[in-house]
């Protein structure tokens, strides 16, 4: 059993995290440089779900993700999301027959030759 899995209160892993980042030189700061994305990515994860930067996490500190959030996770170990409420933007088919990025989504050639 891990050090961290004795760890009742979400804060005190939280802290646990943290203390494990640090000893291998990192901080969420540096993560983020790293995969080039905001800070609030990685610590974004202690309050809200975000199995891509848990796993990273994770990985770092050694354990799985599923230790560190339990309550994340179903029994088979996979992530227990909800999905969104909508879709982030329209999908291709719903755009119909106008023209994406100056093509025809058919391929037909607007063109006429001579």
Known sequence: MNTHARLKKPDDTWIWIKHRLALKDFTFGKLAK??????????GVKHRPFPKYERIIADLVGVEPWELWPER??????????????????????????????????????ETQD
């Open 34 to 43: 790293i995969y080039g994305v905001t800070k609030a990515c990685f610590t």
């Open 73 to 110: 996770y179903d029994s088979s170990r996979n992530p227990n999301r909800k999905k969104g409420k909508r879709p982030l933007c329209k999908p291709i088919l719903e755009h119909g027959n106008k023209e994406i990025n100056g093509k025809d989504p058919k391929g037909d050639n607007h």
